[in-house]
């Protein structure tokens, strides 16, 4: 019983085991029956180990793979899927996958078959063999072994590297405002003399160096620049150097000096005798120049000068210099005197180069730094140390103006013969020795004193016009008011008149009238005094009568007195004892006397004095 159970067990575990073993192992169980399985990204490389049956059962001395079915690695590789019939003691089956190359990358692809290279050749010639995905085809079409000349652009392709290996690297990218300076490594030998290949065509900017070499390029370096971009050229063929472009800066003009192209041929004619100029394309100095921007030119092919256009500033002054940097050595001119004596003077130099004769200036010059010293400061030095030499000192800086002028004329006209046009001509600073100079200062100083002199003479005057203004201003007020007083009087004036004139007319009336009535009046009163007058005169005469003339006279006299309260006799009287009249002489004794003498009487009582005793001596 125990047997039959075991047998029933071992009956079922063997079949199970075998089922779990196959599929664990179903490629190696494939394997065995000669079936190979090929990813869908993948290629099988087929190295055949003998053959059985047939006529080539070795490969021919020095093949590297088989392409009738000898034994040994085989040119046809297994494409993705089932193939059978593959014995594995038969075939050995080595699965690759893909080659991809991404993009900004390039495929370098060495073969290790194929026919020699001739001719010279370095890099082997491109055939058809569809990117190098068939073997058979390339090595039927003349593939040459070794490194090969074209290259694999980005893609996938299914290449036996068995046969061919690739070597991924960086494709060429040249950025903005530069160029590449290519070299090439295969291609015809240069010609004497010549130190770059010619420009041919039709090579796609060398990532074609099949068709560069058959078009007759040049192995070495090449005229032809390659600009801003990404070029799937082959490392290994062509090496690229990248530069900056060429710029021609604004109020200049590039002077192009080729150094290969076609021999020149001078287009200037008889009258320029100093060099030649050819046209663009040939060896050279180019007569057309380059306007400002920039170029992508070949630093080592040709030489771009640039010429400044616009007016260039030199200065002769020792530490000054522009930002060109043409006058750098350049420093202040020293200069003697006709008397002797020797002092500095600072010069700068105005220039222009026009366009059209910039190529000419550089092919006498070779730069406008050789003209600055081959011409210029010469010229320039010269003039002015021959200028002091026939003044004096003092002469010379008085006539600095004149001295200016003179040396703009002659420079002009030196200049002309070069192709330069002398703008103007300045003298800068000028030191005099000190002696000379201390006399100068002491003149100036005194002529400086005499014109503030002047200038405080005229100050003073245009004070003394100011004050007086002031003045006339400050009682101009008081000017207007007496002005306006003076109408107005002789509007009161007017007035008065008038009414002078009226009240004069109205008062010649009245008084007119008065005048008739005062007439008639006075001749009443006149008639009214006479008759008074003519009875006192009849009284006084017959008082008269009774009395003479002068008793009459003497009696009105002190009657008058005594009516305005006149003292006739003082209070005290001083007697100075014996007078002959008995009195002591005076008016009134003298009056009283004669009336008491006469026994008159008198209308009005007198009353003597008191009489003072007599004062003794």
């Known amino acids: 019983m125990s047997t039959i159970m075991s047998g029933a067990v071992l009956a079922w575990v063997i079949p199970i085991a075998v089922l779990i073993l196959v599929i664990l192992c179903w490629k190696l169980v494939l394997r065995i029956f000669g079936v190979i399985i090929i990813p869908d990204d993948s290629i099988g490389i087929v190295n055949k180990k003998f053959v059985l049956f047939g006529k080539n059962k070795t490969m021919p001395d020095g093949a590297v793979v088989a392409l009738q079915g000898e034994a040994g690695l085989q040119a046809e590789t297994l494409a993705p899927g089932i193939h059978f019939l593959f014995w594995p003691w038969q075939y050995e089956i080595r699965v690759k996958q893909f080659i991809t190359i991404p993009e900004g990358k390039v495929g370098v692809v060495e073969a290790r078959g194929g026919k020699s290279m001739t001719g ?4 082997a010639k491109a055939v058809d063999c569809d990117s190098f995905q068939d073997v058979k085809l390339f090595l039927q079409n003349g593939g ?4 090969q000349i074209a290259v694999l652009p980005p893609k996938t392709y299914r290449i036996n590297t068995e046969f061919f290996s690739i070597k991924i690297v960086d494709a060429l990218s040249i950025p903005e405002n530069m160029v590449g300076i290519v070299t090439t490594r295969d291609g015809k030998a240069l010609e004497t003399g010549e130190i770059a290949g010619r420009q041919v065509e039709g090579h796609n900017r060398f990532q074609d160096g099949e068709k560069f070499i058959e078009n007759g390029g040049y192995k070495g370096l090449q005229e032809q620049v390659l600009l801003a971009g990404v070029y799937y050229i082959n490392p290994l063929f062509a090496t690229v150097e990248m530069v900056e472009m060429t710029i021609v800066p604004i109020a200049h003009v590039g002077v192009v000096i080729a150094y290969v192209g076609e021999p020149g041929v001078d287009v200037t004619g008889d009258s320029f005798k100093h060099g030649d100029l050819v046209k663009k394309g040939q060896k050279g100095v180019c007569v057309e120049p380059l306007d400002p921007g920039k170029y992508p030119i070949n630093p080592y092919t040709h030489k771009v000068e640039c010429v400044p256009t616009a007016n260039v500033v030199l200065n002769w002054a020792t530490g000054k210099t522009e930002a060109h940097k ?6 202040t001119i020293t200069v003697r005197s006709l008397d002797g004596f020797t002092f500095n003077l600072d010069v700068a130099q105005i220039i222009h180069i026009p366009r059209k004769d910039a ?7 070779g730069n406008v730094g050789n003209l600055v010293t081959q011409v210029l400061e010469p010229t320039i030095g010269n003039y002015f140390r021959n200028a002091a030499q026939g003044s004096d000192a ?3 800086l008085k006539g600095r103006v004149t001295r200016q002028s003179d040396a703009k004329n002659c420079i002009s006209a030196a200049l002309q ?5 002398a703008v103007d001509t300045l003298i800068g600073d000028i030191t005099p020795p000190k002696e000379l100079m201390k006399t100068l200062t002491d003149r100036k100083i005194a002529e400086q004193e005499q014109v503030t002199f002047a200038t405080q003479e005229t100050a003073q005057n245009a004070r003394k ?3 007086q203004a002031t003045a006339q201003a ?3 007020a008081s000017v207007v008011t007496a002005e306006r007083s003076v109408e107005i009087a002789k509007f009161s004036a007017s007035a008065a008149i008038e009414k002078a004139t009226g009240e004069a007319q109205s008062k010649t009336i009245n008084a007119t009238a008065d005048a008739n009535v005062l007439t008639v009046v006075g001749n009443a009163e006149a008639g009214k005094i006479k008759a008074i007058g003519t009875s006192e005169a009849n009284v006084i005469e017959q008082k008269i009568k009774s009395m003479d003339a002068d008793n009459y006279a003497l009696v009105q006299i002190a009657k008058s007195l005594a009516e305005n309260h006149v003292q006739l006799v003082p209070q005290i009287m001083v007697s100075g004892g014996g007078a002959a009249t008995g009195g002591d002489g005076t008016l009134v004794n003298v009056l009283l006397a004669q009336l008491v003498g006469k026994g008159l009487k008198l209308d009005t009582e007198v009353k003597p004095a008191a009489v003072a005793p007599a004062a003794t001596a």
Do not use: S
Request: proline share 6%; net charge negative; hydrophobic share 40%.
């Open 120 to 123: 010279g050749r370095v890099f």
């Open 474 to 476: 400050d009682t101009q």
């Open 359 to 365: 190529p000419k200036v550089i092919v006498r010059f």
């Open 326 to 331: 043409l006058d750098a050595n350049l420093c």
């Open 394 to 396: 003092i002469e010379f």
């Open 465 to 467: 016009k100011l004050q």
């Open 144 to 147: 040459e072994g070794g490194p």
């Open 417 to 421: 013969d070069y192709n330069v046009v």
